[in-house]
């Protein structure tokens, strides 16, 4: 665990007498000084809060590139050979684990990891196979189930010392990689190289990026390799002309006689050679980037995360650079159809970034976004011209009805027909044992609330929320306009964060829509984890008709709870 920092006026004057400082001559000194990274994580925080209930239940779709990892090689030192530590400390396998997994995030391909224990069922799920210094040990059946991915189509990348040791003996193999597998791959090590930095030039033009003659240097453990029949050379060392990348079985195995992750760390990355060489051998397997980032700058450092829900897709677009960055985005992962998207990073009513665009235009067309530097931007994609939205989870939506006695709050000036509405909801949840007030909005009082923090006995401050005073759970009907509960929910400073996901209001999602969310911890002015906590359904729409729609939805999800 991190040790939390404190900047507090006790701890600086303590430090400035320690280094003669003469604090006279330092006027205007804070109480306590809060960085700047600090309030930014507590917005990220706050955010997370806000995305909980579309968060929580996604998941991540599995990537289809795996690494390869056996205990084995772990549990021996990963090498028995000492000339191959770098006396700088840098090519150690954890950190070249760490390093290459580096080099597919700034590729933006998703990646997993096999084991022995895998291998054999999983390995067809994939595109792409890697193995290095992290499978030192491999067994022979391992790798005839290696060959048998190849033939499938699948593209495998070895890099020393991939099955350089014998599964039962620990002894090394008679050639490196063993068990056929030199032959298989058309190359085997011809020698080993430790603690020097290499050039490595290109023999022939792989990609418009990569062309023959370019060179980029390679570090750590370097292994000049010996060409077998069928074996294709691709890069040599500069200095000895000796072959250094290797392919072979029509470009659906590559043998690279150096480490990539170290080598990918230690050079210059700005350059993309290291990376241009891994897009080459990646494509050989078809494989398409589930989220294709192209920029003015370095596209590279935007990462891209995906969650996928019930029926929505969280998109996260990460800027880890300190300049603004315009990029476009082309989506590959969505399913045939048409989609609406929206951006609900900032508080307040969600950016619509597209109503409505086809999965083909997303992947050909793409998107443009603006980054702000080291900032991200969460995106909520979903099928487009739904009636009712749902952004809540089943499981919660049945613990807030069920856990509490639960209100049902309406606007003062509600038509007579929506009223009518509203009583067949009360209704239905008594049907279901239920038993449910149903309240005017005026009803419920929002009170001032005042939280006084402080550090070490210095005070942070006074801060004033105004927050909804109520003991029961809630299910609250219209939107920000017709409804002062809703309203003080999505207004600035009434709660520490944003607690509301999308603003409704008569524009905002259109006219005869609705949408049905959670709301958390809205007697309090921050998250409350605790029984005393009391949340909110809001059930929601542009107009009468949107509103109608979502209680009618309400209803029939509530008669399968």
């Known amino acids: 665990m991190y040790k939390r920092q404190r900047y507090s006026k006790g701890i600086v004057e303590h430090n400035y007498a320690r280094w003669e400082i003469d604090l006279s001559k330092l006027k205007g000194l804070p109480d306590i000084v809060i960085p700047k990274h600090s309030k930014d994580v507590t917005a990220a925080n706050g955010l997370c809060y806000k995305l909980a209930p579309l968060l929580l239940p996604a998941k991540v779709d599995k990537g289809k590139i795996a690494l390869l990892y056996t205990r084995r090689s772990s549990l021996i030192g990963w090498t028995f050979d000492s000339s191959l530590k770098s006396t700088e400390g840098t090519a150690s396998p954890l950190c070249e684990w760490r390093y290459l997994q580096t080099l597919l995030t700034h590729l933006h391909f998703p990646f997993e990891v096999i084991t022995e224990d895998t291998i054999e069922e999983e390995l067809d799920e994939y595109k792409v196979l890697i193995a290095g210094y992290w499978a030192t040990m491999g ?9 048998q991915f190849v033939r499938k189509g699948g593209v ?4 020393p010392e991939a099955f350089v040791y014998n599964w039962d003996t620990t002894k090394n193999n008679r050639y490196s990689p063993g068990y056929g597998l030199d032959k298989f791959f058309g190359c085997r090590i011809k020698s080993k190289i430790s603690g020097k930095e290499l050039t490595l030039k290109i023999s022939e033009d792989i990609s418009t990026s990569l062309k023959r003659g370019d060179t980029f240097k390679v570090r750590g453990l370097i292994t000049p390799l010996e060409r077998l029949e069928k074996g294709k050379i691709l890069a040599t060392l500069e200095d000895t002309g000796e072959p250094l990348i290797i392919s072979a079985n029509n470009g659906h195995t590559y043998y690279l006689g150096f480490v990539p992750g170290i080598s990918y760390s230690t050079s210059n990355p700005n350059d993309g050679k290291l990376r241009a060489l891994f897009e080459y051998i990646i494509g050989k397997s078809k494989l398409k980037k589930p989220v294709l980032v192209k920029g003015d700058k370095k596209s590279y450092l935007v990462y891209t995360r995906i969650l996928h ?4 897709y969280l998109l996260a677009f990460c800027n880890d650079y300190w300049e603004k960055q315009t990029i476009k985005s082309y989506l590959n992962f969505l399913p045939k159809g048409n989609y609406e998207m929206i951006d609900v990073t900032e508080d307040g009513k969600p950016l619509v970034i597209t109503p409505n665009s086809s999965s083909q235009d997303l992947s050909t067309a793409g998107i443009s976004l603006s980054l702000s530097p080291l900032s991200c931007r969460v995106l909520i994609i979903r099928k487009a011209n739904q009636k009712v939205i749902l952004n809540f989870p089943e499981y919660e939506l049945s613990s807030i009805i069920n856990n509490y006695p639960i209100d049902i709050v309406v606007g003062k000036s509600i038509s007579s027909s929506l009223l009518k509405s509203v009583k067949k909801l009360q209704k239905e949840l008594r049907r279901k044992g239920i038993s449910a007030r149903l309240l005017k909005d005026e009803d419920i009082p929002i009170v001032n609330k005042s939280t006084s923090l402080s550090e070490e006995g210095y005070p942070l401050g006074t801060f004033h929320n105004k927050i909804i005073s109520s003991g029961n759970n809630l299910i609250l009907v219209g939107n920000i306009e017709n409804n002062r509960l809703i309203s003080n929910l999505s207004k600035k400073g009434s709660y520490t964060y944003d607690k509301l996901l999308e603003d409704v ?11 049905i969310q959670i709301c958390e911890s809205i007697n309090k002015p921050y998250f409350c984890p605790t029984d005393r906590g009391r949340d909110a359904i809001l059930i929601s729409g542009s107009d009468e008709k949107g509103i109608e729609a979502a209680i009618k939805r309400f209803m029939k999800i509530i008669k399968q709870l």
């Open 156 to 159: 495998v990348i070895f890099y």
């Open 505 to 515: 209001d008569s524009s905002y999602p259109g006219k005869g829509r609705g949408i």
């Open 309 to 312: 829900g019930k029926n929505y």
């Open 139 to 147: 067994s022979k059946e391992m790798a005839e189930r290696i060959k």
